[in-house]
């Protein structure tokens, strides 16, 4: 392959993409250029740079995830490392953090537990952002729990952060003050209906919530009595038309919902999960806190 130039390159992935059923096959394919070249736009490309262009666009136009083909995603405004081992982080899973922060307000957790913690954005982001807090990060694959030890060290929380391989909180006898989850909860019947780059291309372990969506939920939750400190708090994602079934579900646990978040799109999102009784207790003593809806 010769020198070429760059913008007919560009119409050409561009084409690919659009043929393939990519939803916006045009910044994608100059986001998959700027991996080959930067953001430089120079006006040509190599032979070498070419066949790498092509590379890329193929992979895409198999719906591979850009994620993936890039090895990383933005979450809170910080770089993740993301593989075929890991869900890709979500906008939707923001909600989740600004949940934490709102909640816990100028007192931040002492100890946090991320269940199921994939790439470990949401361990990861609190801790950067609670430079006082310490946590864990439990998943059930090693090739994940190493993605997410790397982006434990990416960021710079290696001393106040440990990755733990293992199902769910089983081989945990710690109490903590803030757990956070993000479990699988898509039904199994729902699954072929996802987009390609989902249902082809990220880890089943990490969407499928068995046949009704609740699955993990159930191994999950039982668990949280044990695992919350006194006034400790669960900030627990899940699917839009979920709520109520997760309410019901901790409350056969003895845990009270303290409170409620929808995502950006206005669709249920995340339930807070906490003792009975301590809970109110202690948002109505502890100043500054901001009251969850």
């Known amino acids: 392959m010769t020198a070429a130039s760059l913008d007919d390159a560009l119409r050409e992935a561009t084409a690919t993409l659009r043929a393939s059923g990519v939803e916006y096959p045009a910044r ?18 190599s032979s070498a ?4 262009l092509a590379t890329l666009v193929a992979r895409r136009a198999r719906r591979e995830p850009f994620a993936q083909i890039a090895g990383v ?14 869900l890709i982080p979500r906008p939707d899973s923001e909600t989740l953090i600004e949940c934490c922060l ?15 913690t994939g790439s470990g954005c949401l361990i990861v982001t609190l801790l950067v952002t609670w430079t006082g807090s310490s946590g864990i990060g439990v998943d059930v694959s090693e090739r994940t729990c190493a993605v997410a030890a790397r982006n434990v060290l990416r960021h710079g929380v290696g ?19 803030l757990v956070v989850a993000n479990p699988p909860y898509v039904p199994g019947h729902d699954l072929a209906g996802l987009d390609p780059e989902v249902a082809l291309h990220e880890p089943r372990l990490a969407i499928d919530g068995g046949v009704d969506g609740y699955a993990c939920y ?3 939750v039982p668990r949280l009595p044990t695992l919350l400190s006194r006034h400790g708090m669960a900030v627990i994602e899940h699917g839009p038309d979920q709520r109520d079934g997760l309410s019901g579900l901790a409350s056969d646990h003895g ?4 409170g409620t978040a929808d995502d950006l799109g206005g669709r249920h999102r995340v339930l807070f999960l906490a003792h009975r009784e301590p809970w109110r207790k202690s948002l109505e003593s502890a100043d500054g806190l901001v009251t969850v809806r």
Do not use: Q
């Open 159 to 177: 001393d106040r952060a440990w990755i733990v391989c293992g199902d769910w909180a089983g081989a945990l006898d710690s109490t903590f003050d």
């Open 28 to 45: 994608e394919a100059r986001l998959l250029a700027e991996l080959v070249v930067g953001r430089d736009d120079p006006r040509t490309l």
């Open 218 to 220: 159930r191994r999950i």
């Open 73 to 86: 995603r933005e979450f809170w405004s910080l770089d993740f490392e993301v593989t075929m081992d890991t």
């Open 49 to 52: 740079e070419g066949r790498h």
């Open 255 to 258: 845990l009270d919902v303290a």
């Open 102 to 116: 709102d909640r816990f307000g100028r007192r931040p957790p002492a100890r946090i537990l991320d269940l199921g």
